[in-house]
């Protein structure tokens, strides 16, 4: 159920990223993964659709930010041709680099209008939810960042490198994370300019947030909320 809207709500400015940089070798065939038909549209289409639902008078989306491979501007436009975006909400279609790291730092450079906080989504995640999108926006205004995620169901073990488990790990205090992540814009801006030189390589923003400014408030996640990887993901997030 979504939020009961006052007089008295207090407007907070967004910049969403979307991320659509990458091959989608896993997915195999010739059409990336995020631009694949969904609906009346992509992939993609649908999870800025999502985004662009968000209540106005609540959430102010002041950047709109999609990543796309080099050379790829063109294609990602027309996978977002069905989309209608409002006149004041500016769309841009930024090219990727060689990591997903490196590819949400270009968008974040790319933010101009100084947003509250900033929300980094997974194009291939078509079926999130506005529910799930502004629990976790709410979280990250109160905590200064936040994700979603889901308990795993399978016992989780540690695996040597010759295939033996070396230790029983507890599923009640494990997470599969999800996206959105969302976060304090300028601290996030301040990390990942920090991140980029440090050498090392980030496996998501939040381990890039945890390494300088903090904690990152965990929210539930939707089962529903899948990433679209392997052939055969897409038809079975639609059964769901």
Known sequence: ??????????????????????????????????????????VLSNCAKTFLKLPSNIYNIVDFIITCPKGGIDDCKKALASLKFESKINVQIVEGAATRQSSVFNAIKAVKHNPQIIAIHDGARPFVSLE??????????????????????????????KGFIVRHLRRSSLAAVQTPQCFAYEKMLEAHQ?????????????????????????????????KITYPGDLERGQRK
């Not at 709500?9 to 896993?26: H, L, Q, Y």
């Not at 995620?149 to 695996?159: F, G, L």
């Not at 440090?198 to 996640?221: F, H, L, P, S």
Request: with cysteine.
């Open 1 to 42: 159920m979504l939020k009961t809207i006052s007089m008295t709500t207090k407007v907070s400015s967004i910049a969403i990223i979307i991320t659509a940089a990458g091959s989608s070798t896993r997915m195999g065939g010739s059409i990336k993964k995020e631009y694949l038909p969904l609906k009346d549209g992509t």
């Open 132 to 161: 799930l999108i502004e629990k976790t926006l709410d979280a990250a205004l109160e905590y200064g960042a936040s994700v979603p995620a889901c308990q795993p169901v399978d016992a989780r073990k540690e695996i040597a490198e």
């Open 194 to 226: 920090k991140a980029s030189l440090d050498g090392r390589e980030y496996t998501d923003d939040t381990e890039i947030w945890g390494a300088y400014c903090g904690q990152v408030k965990v929210v539930n996640g939707q089962a529903e909320n899948i």
